[in-house]
Each structure stands twice: as C-alpha cells, then as structure tokens.
C-alpha cells in the first residue's frame, strides 16, 4: 500500500517465489547438510587410508562449491529481489528489525564463501589437520547462516511476544525456532546423502560405487528418523490457528499435505533402494529420480509453512497483501484509495470505476493471485460471479475461511473492486448490483383474471374459507439435493354454518381439493404419498381440515412459470352429497431460490426456477472444501443430497444430527457473512421475495405499505445471530464460527440477542398491533417473538374457533393483496362473500359469517372499526 505495486498478472501469485525460493533453500539446505558430509567423508579418506574416497570427496567438493556456492548465491540475491518488489512492506519490517542478525548471517555466509574456496582449493596441498579444520569452519559458518535465518523465518509464522514488547530477541527466539531449526538441521543431512547420490553413482569402480552409494544411503536413513521426530516437534509447537490451516482449514493445502505426506516415505524407501546392488544405468536414473523427490518434498514443506500463517505475510503483524493489521480500521473507514501512496484515482466516479478497480485489484490481490497464470489464477476462481455476487464474496472473504485477510476499504470501494474483477477481468457485461435487478424475469403472460366463485348473500347457508398456511412455499427442484424445506403446500379450510351464531362444521362433512391448472407434476425430483386431487383430513385441535404436504410445482402442462396454480376446494355433505360450499385459493410455489446470484448456472427450468446442475455442482463442491464432505461425488454417483439428512428442520420435522446447526442457523449463519449492509436484499437475493423477480411472493398489504422483510423479521445479522445464539446455548461450538464476524443492528452487542428457534420462534403480528390496535411502528421489534408453535399466524384463532388466516389470508399475502400476475388472485374468498379485497368482516361487514350486523367484537378487539388503508 505504500510502496508501488510490481504488476505481475500470469507469472503472478507468487510463481516466481516458488520457483527461486523453492530451489535456493533446497541448495541452502544441501549447503549446511553437505559441508558436514565433506569434512566426515574425508575423515573416513583418512581412517581408512583410501585415496578412492578421497579423490571422491575432492570432485563432490568442486560440485558442491558450484552448486551451493555460485549457484545458491544467484538464487539467493534472486530470492531478495523478488520478495522486495512483491513484499516490500514486510522485506522492510524484517531488515530493519532484524538489521544485527541479518548482518551475522551475511558475514556467516562471507566466511563459507572464504572457506568452501580454500577447502576446495587447498585440498591434498595442505596439512591434512589444516585442512579439516577449514572443512569443520565451513560447516560451523553454514549452520551458523541456517540458524540466523530459521529465527527469521519461524518469526514470520509465530512471532511469539515480540508484537508486545517490539524486542528483537523476543521475535528472534520465538516458540517455533528451536523446532524448525532441529528439522532443518535433520533435512539438511538427509539433503547430503540425495546430493552425495548424485555424484557417487558416475564412479567408475563397480566395487567402490556401490560401497558409496550404501555410504551416501545411510546419510539418509539415519537422519530420517530424528527428523520425523523434530517434525512432530515443530508441529507441536505452532499455535492453533497455523495447525489448524495444516489440517485442512485451507484447501489449497490438502493436497500440498498430501505430497509431504507420501514423498516422505518415498525418500526412505528410495535410499533403500539405492544400497541394493544394480546396474549404474539403473541407478543413475534414480539417483535424479530421488533427488526430485527431495525437490518436491522440500518444496511442500516450504509451501505448508508459508500458507500455514495465512492470511499474514508476518503472523498478526501484516497481512498476505503487506497491508499492517492495525491500518485495517482506518482503511474501512476512510478508504483505500485516499489513503494509499501511488494512487491515480482518489474518488470513484462513473468514468474511472473500472481503472479505480484495477488500482484496488493491484493493491489487495496481485501479491496472491495470478491473472490467467499457472498459480492462484484468480479468473476460474471467480468466473461464476455477478457484480452483486462478487461484492458478496468479498463481504464474506477472510470471515469463515480465514485463509485469506478480509476485505480493507469501504463497501463502495469493494463494489468497485468487484466490477472490476466481473467486467474488467471476465469482461462480462454485467450491469447487476443489486438483488433487485438479478435474475431478471422471463415473461410471464398475465393470467387470464380468476374466475371468483359464486356466493348469496341471501341464499347461501355456508361460507368456506380456504387458504395456504404459507405466503409461499418454496422449492429448490434441483437434480442434486432436496431437504431444504418442505416438499409439499399445505392447504386448510374451515367450514362455516351461516346465521346468527354462525358454526364451524367438522362433522357430516367431506371436504375435497383439486388442482385447477396442472395436470401433470413437472421436474419432480421425489416421489410423494400425496396427489393434486384428494380428501382434506380434519384437525380436531384446529377445528379445521387440512390437506398436507401436496407436491405442488411452480410449471404447467406447457411447462411455462407460474408460482401461484389455483385449487378448487368444495364441501359436501357426506349424508346426501350436497355441495354445501365451493372456493378457490391460491397454492403458491416458487423454484427461484436465487442460488445462481453467487454459484453461478443459470435457471434450470425455462429460465424461470430451479436450481440447475452446474449451480448445483458449485454448491456442493463450495460444501465439500469448508466442511470435509463429499457430497460433490455422492450427488454425481446419483445420490440426492438431503439436507435435513445432516442439518435438523422444524418445519419438515427432520432430525439431522445433534452434533449440527440446524439448517436454517448453518444457512442463515453462513451467508450473514457475506451479506451485510444488503437490508432487504440480503432476502431477496435467496428468497423469492424480489419485486422484480419471476415470483415476487410478497404481495399483501404490508408490500402496498413498501414495508419490506427485514421490518419485520429483522436485519440478516439479527436474524442469523438469534439463530446462532440459540445453536451456541445447546453446546453447537460451530455456531462460534459463524458468529464471530456478526455485528447486531438492532441491538448494542451480542449478549442482548434473544435465542430462537427457527419456525417456532417468529415475528408476532401483535408485536406491532398491540391489542389488536392500530400500529405505531412499521417494525417489529427484536426479540419478541412467538413463544411456540400455536402463536405462530398460522396456528392461531380467534376467540370464536376461527383461524386467524382464515380471514386474513396467508403470512406474506394478508388481504389486500396484490399479485402482479392477476390483482386478485390471493384476493379470491374477500372477493368472494364481500366483492372486496379486505380480510373477511372488515368494515363491519358481519353479515358475511353472521347474517346480521354485529355490536359486540367476538373474534378479536378492535375488529368493528373501519379498515384504515382502504385507498389500497
């Protein structure tokens, strides 16, 4: 951020650090490793009086002084180069804080140059005791050089109390450095015996090189077992966020843990194999087979390390793209662009978004991603994304994987970056910031108008109320995975005896529904007991019958959208077969669970609805890397992935398992995260709820009022943390993930939050009516909800037996509604007994239930007085 950014799209991601950097600490290591097994080999020249092994250690000296010398001196200037133009922010903290110890180091490294050169040089032309002498300063000097810059190293990753106390050697000598120091040291002779491979295997003298080879051999095998020891050490040592990235919080280190894994025993059982007695043309080969080996091995280790104190370049110090912890809160609150150096464009405007964008990429991306390069290429990582997609992924970024920092700037300069990334980068030509303007509607011709039953004020001797218990029951209809939800509508009915002292009928009576639109059930992924036509069962509790769980689908003959089919519900007599009383009601169903917004695919159904197979695929596969699951395969070997089958649900009444959040905590919890600050669009983003959308399934009268979801269910966050909240009281440590980056919005912090239970606990209509009466407030206050399931809007009656839905229709679609397909198709029974849109008796209009006018307020309070918003 304060220094200029080094522009490296393909070969970015830092490529070019892993190809020097992995090479030069391989002959780093070999360096220190190797020195000892000069000096100790020419010992053995001299105990046994051989000038074969002799003239061996002589040439292996002239290689070794090319390789780690020449060669490792070019790598390593090579390795200051790199990480000063990709990191130069973190270069500058460990030079100048460790300014003393990189000076040690340098004249440490000054002295192996000094004495590889005699060692090499002088070697049979002085005393022999001299010469040892020279050999065992070089080792001295080269281990000295791993022990200056493993204390740096392991200080990045675990910095001990150093961010407290600012004092070198509290950095230098941090919990890691005696660990990492042994098991390099144990690496480095292993590496002395891989090189030594190398140049015994051209020995000449069958006898001899086999004798060499079963020397360099043991160079392995010995080492390898103090090594397997200080790694479990080192291990030990880290803090528990580092281990925990090794064991797989990043997925880009599984497989890297994989290769560490399987090479190491490789390396053993390929020494082994090399003091068998073969042809050299055998060995020659593997000598350099092994010696990749060590190459590789070498370089997932160096990779852990690295990526295990993600998301920081220096362990809670600087963050991966060199921003210092500390400036993350003044950058969120005064922005990247007015505050960074060598930044063009301070203001975002119209004319500059994506060149601003760009500038943002550079700062916050380029030093970890590629663009369209072999390493971390960003591009496949967000091919899927819209704009609002792409701003959510970077709204969640670094909260629940915390394997990258989170996002450092206001959320006008993430939308920017966002664009950027969507249009400048993918070159899309997607203008969408908004849910309102995702997935927008194919064209649903108008419905013909309802045809609205007949109804005699004079004659008719009953009226039959009919309704869904749910504004809108919602589907994802995908190939992949069911269980979210119900699978079926619910609808109820009550029966009603004309006069005076008008009756509920429950007896006698056999009430019926039949789908009016849909002959067939179109892209059923289950097999249900229930059918479009059949007898409605009465609940005695509810004096009500109940036709449950009817399968339902948003699509018609034609397979053209339509979320709200009608059904007709008749009652007869069961005596005599009279039809004692005919309705119609609305059943609505959605498939637009807007999925694709953030997983990309497109609608599976005629553009309409439904979860499609590649949102489907992302889904899973987004499931798999956070939680360790192979659903991805199951769903692909064809398998449908039940939610529920993990994740308990109130309403299907699932029992998951106990040890999970529940599915509507794990949902809500996890995308909270990524979609803060988004008030209503946060639901409509998911939820078929966007006015613009191909359902728009909030249409009663609070959407004429332009109230929206969160006035009454609360912001996402308020919502997620109850959900949370609850989860954490029942001993669900996972929920603490969730809600560790979640601010409440309507309260000061989260010890006010109220548990809740999904589906049981919601919003009270009379958290707002009050007594019933007019409300003085448009939202409902946190945590005051219905205490269980019989206060719930669907559950309830009046004092007369009466449902509440009966008369006001269903949650999201209260009378009067208006459903953008027919204006009065949730209008149907209003329509019906009243030739009006309101709840059924308003405007004193008794007569419809009771035959006369009434004085006295039976079903609830204040239910005599005029309806207020009757202009809607």
């Not at 780093?28 to 053995?44: I, S």
């Not at 390099?184 to 295997?201: D, N, P």
């Not at 394997?403 to 664009?419: H, I, K, N, V, W």
């Not at 669907?794 to 009378?815: K, L, N, P």
Request: proline share 5%.
């Amino acid at each position: 951020m304060n220094y200029p950014v080094w522009e490296l799209y393909s070969t970015g991601g830092g490529l070019l650090m892993v190809i020097i950097a992995v090479v030069h600490v391989y002959v780093a290591h070999f360096a220190v490793g190797g020195g000892l097994f000069l000096v100790l080999t020419e010992m053995k020249g001299y105990r046994e009086n051989s000038s074969d092994i002799l003239d061996f250690t002589k040439k292996h000296s002239r290689f070794f002084m090319l390789l780690s010398v020449v060669f490792g001196s070019v790598t390593g200037v090579g390795i200051w180069f790199i990480i000063s133009l990709i990191s130069p922010d973190a270069t500058s903290t460990l030079t100048h804080h460790f300014v003393f110890i990189w000076a040690a180091e340098w004249v440490c490294f000054g002295c192996e140059i000094i004495a590889i050169f005699v060692y090499y040089y002088r070697f049979g032309k002085m005393n022999r005791k001299a010469h040892l002498k020279i050999g065992w300063l070089y080792f001295l000097f080269a281990w000295l050089s791993l022990f200056f810059v493993n204390g740096i190293i392991a200080f990045m990753l675990t910095p001990g109390e150093w961010p407290e106390t600012g004092n070198m050697w509290d950095g230098f000598f941090n919990p890691t450095m005696l660990p990492s120091l042994f098991f390099r040291t144990a690496l480095s002779l292993v590496l002395a015996g891989i090189f030594g491979f190398v140049t015994a295997v051209f020995i000449k003298k069958t006898e001899f090189r086999e004798t060499m080879i079963r020397y360099c051999a043991k160079w392995l095998i010995l080492p390898f077992v103090f090594m397997m020891i200080f790694a479990f050490w080192y291990f030990k040592a880290l803090p528990d966020a580092p281990r925990a990235m090794v064991m797989g919080r990043s997925p880009e280190l599984i497989p890297v843990v994989k290769i560490f894994m399987w090479f190491l025993p490789l390396l053993f059982i390929g020494s082994l194999a090399m003091a068998i007695r073969m042809p050299g043309s055998v060995k020659k080969p593997a000598a350099f087979v092994i010696l990749a080996i060590g190459l590789v091995y070498m370089g997932a280790f160096e990779w852990i390390r690295e990526a295990s104190r993600r998301p920081y370049l220096i362990y809670g110090h600087t963050w991966s793209n060199s921003i210092r912890v500390w400036e993350e809160e003044y950058l969120n609150k005064n922005g990247l662009l007015q505050t960074a150096k060598w930044i063009k464009n301070r203001e975002i405007k119209d004319d500059n978004m994506l060149e601003a964008g760009r500038e943002i990429f550079k700062i916050e991306c380029i030093s970890c991603h590629s663009v369209g390069g072999p390493l971390n290429d960003i591009l496949p990582l967000t091919s899927r994304y819209s704009i609002l997609g792409m701003d959510s992924q970077l709204n969640g970024q670094g909260k629940i994987n915390d394997y990258m920092p989170q996002f450092m700037g206001t959320s006008e300069e993430r939308m920017t970056l966002a664009r950027f990334i969507v249009q400048g980068l993918h070159g899309k030509k997607d203008t969408k910031a908004s849910a309102d303007m995702q997935n927008l509607p194919v064209k649903i011709p108008m419905e013909n108008p309802v045809k609205i039953p007949e109804f005699d004020e004079e004659k008719s001797e009953y009226v039959l109320l009919a309704w869904s218990d749910s504004g809108m029951y919602t589907i994802p209809d995908s190939k992949q995975f069911h269980g979210m939800g119900p699978e079926g509508n619910n609808l109820f009915a009550q029966l009603i005896r004309r006069g005076e002292t008008p009756e509920i009928v429950t007896e006698d009576v056999e009430l019926t529904y039949k789908d009016s639109g849909q002959k067939k059930l179109q892209n059923l992924q289950i097999t249900y007991d229930k059918t479009l036509n059949g007898t409605m069962e009465l609940n005695q509790d509810l004096m009500a019958f109940a036709a449950e769980s009817i399968p339902v689908r948003p699509y018609k003959d034609d397979g053209s959208f339509n979320p709200y089919p009608v059904f007709t519900i008749e009652a007869r007599s069961k005596t005599d077969g009279k039809i004692l009383g005919k309705t119609r009601v609305v059943a609505p169903v959605s498939t637009e669970m807007g999925c694709n917004n953030c997983h990309g695919g497109k609608w599976r159904a005629k553009g309409s609805g439904g979860i499609s197979d590649q949102t489907s695929n992302d889904i899973l596969t987004v499931h798999d890397r956070i939680s360790r699951t192979n659903l991805l395969d199951m769903a692909q070997k064809g398998r449908s992935i039940d939610c529920s089958s993990c994740h308990s649900d109130s309403i299907s009444g699932a029992e998951g398992q106990s040890e999970r959040l529940n599915l509507s905590a794990s949902i809500h919890g996890f995308h909270a995260n990524y979609l803060t600050e988004k008030d209503g669009d946060a639901c409509h983003l998911c939820h078929p709820s966007s006015p613009d959308g191909n359902t728009r399934f909030f249409r009663g009268i609070h959407k004429s009022l332009d109230m929206d979801c969160i006035n009454c269910h609360g912001k996402m966050e308020d919502l997620a943390l109850s959900l949370l909240v609850a989860e954490k009281q029942a001993g669900k440590k996972s929920a603490d993930r969730l809600m560790k980056y979640l601010s409440p919005q309507a309260v000061q912090n989260i010890d006010q939050v109220s548990p809740r239970k999904p589906w049981i606990n919601e919003p009270d209509c009379l958290n707002c009516h009050v007594d019933f009466q007019p409300p003085e407030t448009d939202e409902s206050e946190i945590n005051m909800w219905t205490k269980n399931r019989e206060q719930l809007f669907h559950m309830r009656t009046g004092e007369a037996g009466i449902m509440c839905q009966a008369c006001h229709g269903s949650s999201h679609a209260v009378y009067p509604t208006a459903n953008f397909l027919d204006k009065d198709r949730d209008n149907i029974q209003p329509m019906q007994y009243q030739k009006n849109q309101y709840p059924i008796g308003a405007n004193k209009n008794c007569k419809v239930c009771h035959t006369i006018d009434m004085e006295e307020e039976i079903h609830h309070p204040n239910m005599l007085n005029m309806f207020r918003n009757s202009e809607l």
